[in-house]
């Protein structure tokens, strides 16, 4: 164990005081290091229970909400999940822990980057990283058990829903650039999707074909 061991069991505490149950869950965050995936000037900060700066304007979600979206996946361990988002890639990390195959999608090329080399450094072997618009899934690794959006959309990209495999949770934020509503969509054996709203959050917005425009800021 490194030297931020007793930070993160305290995150993990943190965690389940606030509702999170799923075993499998918090032991991945208790043995993914969070300080290698944020910049180095904030890395006495990576283990509180918040949103971190990563670059490019982006950000490292909070622990909380990555953990939740974690839970709502129910991840076997036998599954391919697609991440559309990787930013630090510190919740493909957690996916990792929990799944079979991950395959995740950033358009930033240099967080992408960042990501496949931290994840590597860390040794996981089971991350595939792709730059590009990641509303278009990625369709050679489809159908996908889990897919998880890290980024907030007006609505569930069309490609996602067809690339979720029958009985796939598709997990995602769903709302305006500032404000949305985790969402978790179940894809029924007729195509269909049953949907449940989760909490309120706020991620920064998913940019692409089947998002949101771009613009300047971003
Ligand atoms: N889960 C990440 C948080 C990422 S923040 C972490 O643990 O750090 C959301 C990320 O989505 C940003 O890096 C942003 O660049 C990326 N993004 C936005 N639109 C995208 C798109 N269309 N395809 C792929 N990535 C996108």
């Given at each position: 164990m490194?030297?931020y061991?007793?930070?993160?069991s305290?995150l993990?505490?943190?965690?389940s005081?606030?509702g999170?149950?799923?075993?499998?869950?918090?032991?991945?965050?208790?043995?993914?290091?969070?300080?290698?995936?944020?910049?180095e000037?904030?890395r006495h900060?990576?283990?509180q229970?918040?949103?971190?700066?990563?670059g490019g304007?982006?950000?490292?979600?909070?622990?909380?909400?990555?953990a939740r979206?974690?839970?709502l996946?129910?991840?076997?361990?036998r599954?391919?999940?697609?991440?559309v988002?990787?930013g630090?890639?510190?919740q493909?990390a957690l996916?990792?822990?929990?799944a079979d195959?991950?395959?995740?999608?950033?358009?930033?090329p240099?967080?992408?980057?960042?990501?496949?080399?931290?994840?590597?450094?860390t040794?996981?072997?089971?991350?595939s990283?792709?730059?590009?618009?990641?509303t278009l899934?990625?369709?050679?690794?489809?159908?996908?058990?889990?897919i998880?959006v890290?980024?907030?959309?007006?609505?569930?990209?069309?490609?996602l829903v067809?690339q979720?495999?029958?009985?796939?949770?598709?997990?995602?934020?769903?709302?305006?650039?500032?404000?949305?509503?985790l969402?978790l969509m179940v894809?029924?054996?007729?195509?269909?999707?049953?949907t449940?709203?989760?909490?309120?959050?706020?991620?920064v917005?998913l940019?692409?074909q089947?998002?949101f425009?771009g613009?300047?800021?971003?």
């Amino acid at each position: 164990m490194d030297s931020y061991g007793g930070y993160r069991s305290q995150l993990v505490g943190e965690l389940s005081a606030k509702g999170i149950r799923d075993l499998a869950v918090l032991r991945a965050i208790s043995e993914v290091p969070r300080h290698l995936f944020v910049p180095e000037s904030i890395r006495h900060r990576a283990y509180q229970d918040s949103a971190l700066p990563i670059g490019g304007g982006q950000t490292i979600s909070q622990p909380w909400v990555q953990a939740r979206s974690l839970e709502l996946a129910k991840l076997t361990g036998r599954d391919r999940v697609l991440e559309v988002g990787t930013g630090s890639g510190y919740q493909t990390a957690l996916l990792a822990q929990c799944a079979d195959q991950v395959f995740t999608v950033e358009r930033i090329p240099a967080l992408a980057q960042a990501a496949r080399a931290v994840l590597s450094a860390t040794g996981a072997r089971n991350i595939s990283v792709l730059v590009g618009d990641g509303t278009l899934g990625w369709r050679a690794y489809a159908p996908f058990e889990v897919i998880i959006v890290a980024a907030a959309t007006p609505e569930a990209p069309q490609p996602l829903v067809e690339q979720l495999a029958t009985g796939g949770r598709l997990i995602l934020p769903i709302g305006d650039r500032v404000n949305q509503v985790l969402t978790l969509m179940v894809k029924q054996p007729d195509g269909s999707l049953v949907t449940r709203t989760v909490s309120d959050v706020r991620f920064v917005p998913l940019i692409g074909q089947f998002g949101f425009a771009g613009d300047l800021a971003t």
